[in-house]
């Protein structure tokens, strides 16, 4: 339990539940947009695709995590033929 201490005492905090679970969640949608974008030959696809995978590592609020992720996944959804 000190060890989690000392890791909190340098700023280093482990995600909460809801994080990982959009993280995945997220990863998993982008994988499949990226798949699509790819087969159809649809740029806005793919490279909303590649973002969503790749954005929960620059993200470190859940709240952030899960407002941009509905926003390209709401994107996905206008973009999806």
């Avoid at 000190?2 to 994988?31: R, T």
């Avoid at 941009?68 to 959804?77: K, R, S």
Wanted: aromatic share 14%; net charge positive; glycine share 12%.
């Amino acid at each position: 339990m000190d060890e989690i201490k000392n890791l909190e005492s340098l700023g280093l905090v482990l995600p909460s539940p809801l994080y990982i679970v959009g993280a995945i969640l997220f990863g998993i949608v982008g994988y499949v947009a990226f798949r699509r974008g790819r087969k159809a030959t649809n740029s806005a696809l793919t490279w909303t695709g590649v973002g969503l995978m790749l954005y929960p590592y620059a993200v470190s609020e859940t709240w952030m995590l899960w407002l941009l992720g509905a926003g390209m996944c709401g994107f996905l959804y206008v973009k999806w033929e």
